[in-house]
């Protein structure tokens, strides 16, 4: 008799798949991935192996019912299996027999997601097995747990009879529990969804990997620097000194720091370190991570230039990530976003929210992460000062346990980890993180920042069109930041009507990477031109850092210090103005223009340091970190979180550790993609999506009555043009023109 793991797809002529190869390959697949990993395990090795080996082997023991059976035949039609099939396979490896916490539930969590341990361990105290699941089905008129206690002993004979796979118990970690978890979960999801993408046509069954190659990537390295380093001013020496200073620079921490003004050659003096660190310490991945949602383009492309080699797919070589795409849905997984390129540049958003994630579809690339060089830009402004407690935390975790080797970079002189909050709560002490620039050095290069421009501000709220008459009046080009999409959107097709469209430039996330890439190249190319200066770039915080761009005068809505400073690096970059200005201002809510609601905070402490005329200088970003984290009062939000991690509440930290707290979904603006998509036409990969869709809130989705194409993929139902984006459809709607709703 044959036994089936997924349903057949007559549609597009694909036959069920059978149980035995199915397991058989994810068992393959997952032991591939962990023995990829275990090199770098100081702790957990032979534990981890054992425990992934045996949660692939009985990852889908639930799917040889008989009920589910009839649907993964095809015998029968059903939108879900009428058994859930992960309770089998953790109650094999609950049994006193079969001991294996870690295993049992990691296959309970394979679809789902890991539960919160505190309900589970509340449910043991009221007699009821925890990691087991309780839940009555009406299909089969009894709970899933009372269906597999009685079927558990014949669904093992079957599976035994016609699997190759018998493997025993685990062990109890002696390294951190929740982060363990995390990576097992990460090996287990990554096998069972490739082999179901390949099963189906969606993936190749034998997708090569491209090696790390570090020290070949490294002369690569060097020889770009050399073509393109040919000045010989004061400042281009300081930069080809910062080069080999990073290039050449030796140590034995796992965790280092790098303070580099604006100007300095960061981009690629830091990657030489890494690719040197990753040849010696044997590293198989570099990955770049920027903040927030910044624009990555311009990274991936410097470094697909520098590090290719002959016969590379550069596109391959270094990805970048612009969204989190995670898919759970059988016809989706082959469009999530993977670290599986030896180099990855991607956001803070998308990076850190992996680290905190509970579901497999997100966890599916943390594996990739043990034995990876991660080069953090911008630290101190990678997250929100109320996250740093915990993702620091995870940093020294990644370090000490799996090998990680971090750079900490920043332009303005922050010690986040020296806060006595952050270093308290992650169980780390505040000694000094070593940097790999001497001192002269850095003093050297600092002296240009010091006097670049002067900080000005203008606090009195201001509404949409006095706001743009006041930043007319100043010398340009200028450079506009506002917080939320909403109010650059807004601000940019004032200026486009009021002045001309030749007047004004704009980017946001509302825009495509694709469109983003179009009009940061027409902004460099108007800066490098210089024809014309009365002309206005309006922008959301998406360039304040890893864009080369330079403005005579600044503008930047209130917010934190450390985005001020980022700002303002996009000002008199080279510092040949004698008088660059970068000024703070508020906006007047009501109408088209949003105040953005979470950072307050960081905005308040802001506006005391203006009013009290305290100066806006690069050593006074740690003190504003470390103000924003003291004024939750007594109920701090970064404790319960800290809290929430201690006790492997997995949904609680999930849901907690938002980079951007909106609930946004990837929506395709491209109608044609769009088209693609649904007829489920194998022309596309996750780069096609990443780079043609934007991120948009879900109720303004189903406002807007988007369609939902493929589980967790939606269609973009209004206009789009390349100048403001998806908003150039939300504006002409009247009930976002009455300022009852935003965009952020």
């Known amino acids: 008799m044959n036994y089936y793991a997924h349903s057949p797809k007559p549609e597009r002529d694909i036959p069920a798949q059978l149980y035995a190869a199915h397991v058989n390959e994810v068992v393959l697949r997952a032991v591939a991935f962990a023995e990829e990993l275990a090199p770098y395990a100081e702790l957990d090795r032979e534990i981890f192996l054992a425990s992934i080996k045996s949660a692939a082997a009985f990852h889908d023991l639930g799917k040889l019912d008989p009920e589910n059976q009839k649907v993964l035949s095809g015998q029968k039609k059903a939108k879900s299996l009428p058994v859930q099939h992960t309770d089998a396979g953790a109650a094999y490896f609950l049994a006193d027999e079969h001991q294996s916490l870690f295993s049992a539930v990691a296959i309970q969590a394979h679809h789902i997601g890991y539960p919160d341990f505190i309900e589970e361990e509340k449910k043991a105290k009221n007699g009821i097995t925890p990691f087991r699941d309780i839940e009555f089905r009406d299909d089969i008129n009894e709970t899933t747990k009372d269906r597999t206690d009685r079927t558990l002993a014949e669904l093992t004979r079957i599976h035994l009879s016609i699997t190759s796979e018998k493997f025993g118990a685990g062990g109890n970690p002696k390294g951190n529990k929740q982060v363990f978890l995390r990576l097992l979960l990460s090996c287990l999801a990554d096998a069972d969804h490739t082999d179901t993408a390949v099963n189906y046509g969606d993936y190749p069954k034998n997708a090569s990997r491209i090696e790390l190659r570090s020290a070949e990537r490294l002369k690569k390295l060097d020889e770009y620097v050399v073509a393109f380093g040919k000045d010989n001013d004061a400042r281009s020496q300081l930069r080809r000194e910062m080069y080999q200073a990073c290039r050449e620079a030796q140590t034995v921490s796992r965790i280092n720091s790098c303070d580099s003004p604006v100007g300095s050659g960061k981009t690629t003096a830091i990657m030489a370190h890494l690719l040197r660190q990753a040849e010696s310490r044997k590293l198989r991945r570099i990955i770049v991570v920027l903040p927030f949602t910044n624009i990555i383009t311009q990274s991936a492309a410097t470094y697909r230039k520098a ?438």
């Open 307 to 744: 590090l290719c080699l002959p016969g590379e797919n550069p596109n391959e070589v270094v990805a970048e990530l612009h969204h989190r795409a995670d898919f759970e849905s059988e016809d989706a997984r082959y469009l999530t976003a993977l670290w599986r390129a030896p180099i990855i540049v991607t956001t803070a958003v998308a990076f850190f929210e992996t680290l905190a994630s509970n579901h497999p579809a997100t966890l599916r690339r943390l594996h990739e992460l043990p034995g990876s060089a991660i080069f953090v830009d911008e630290s101190h402004a990678a997250l929100p000062a109320k996250l740093l407690p915990l993702a620091w935390k995870w940093i020294n975790l990644y370090a000490d346990e799996w090998n990680c080797y971090w750079i900490l970079a920043s332009g303005s002189l922050t010690r986040f980890w020296q806060i006595e909050e952050i270093a308290e709560n992650a169980g780390t002490n505040k000694e000094p993180i070593p940097e790999i620039v001497a001192d002269e050095l850095r003093r050297r290069l600092a002296k240009y920042e010091n006097s670049r421009i002067s900080y000005e501000s203008d606090l009195t709220p201001k509404k949409l069109e006095e706001l743009a008459r006041w930043i007319v009046e100043k010398p340009g080009p200028r450079l506009v930041i506002m917080n939320t999409v909403q109010s650059a959107a807004a601000l940019a097709d004032y200026f486009a009507k009021e002045y001309g469209r030749d007047k004004v430039e704009h980017l946001s996330t509302a825009l495509t990477p694709t469109d983003r890439e179009k009009t940061l190249t027409q902004v460099k190319k108007r800066l490098k031109q210089n024809l014309e200066i009365d002309w206005t770039f309006i922008a959301t915080s998406c360039v304040e850092a890893g864009v080369d761009l330079s403005f005579k005068t600044g503008f930047r809505e209130i917010g934190s210090l450390v985005s001020l400073l980022q700002a303002a690096g996009r000002v008199n970059r080279e510092g040949a103005d004698a008088d660059a200005e970068m000024w703070s201002f508020k906006i007047a809510e009501g109408g088209l223009l949003k105040i953005h609601p979470g950072i307050k905070d960081a905005a308040e402490i802001l506006q005391k340091y203006l009013a009290n005329k305290i100066a806006v200088t690069p050593d006074l970003s740690t003190r504003s970190i470390a103000e924003e984290i003291r004024l939750g009062g007594t109920d701090k939000p970064f404790k319960k979180i800290i809290t929430e991690e201690n006790l492997s509440q997995f949904p609680s930290v999930e849901k907690d550790f938002k980079v951007i707290n909106t609930d946004t979904r990837i929506t395709v603006v491209d109608n044609d993609l769009a088209d693609t998509i649904k007829r489920h036409q194998n022309k596309i990969d996750w780069r096609d999506l990443q780079k043609n869709s934007v991120q948009i809130w879900k109720y303004k989705l189903d406002e807007y009555r988007c369609a939902e194409i493929l589980p967790g993929i939606y269609q973009w139902s209004l206009a789009y043009n390349d100048f403001l984006g998806y908003m150039a459809g939300v504006l002409t709607v009247d009930k976002f023109i009455s300022g009852e709703d935003g965009f952020i």
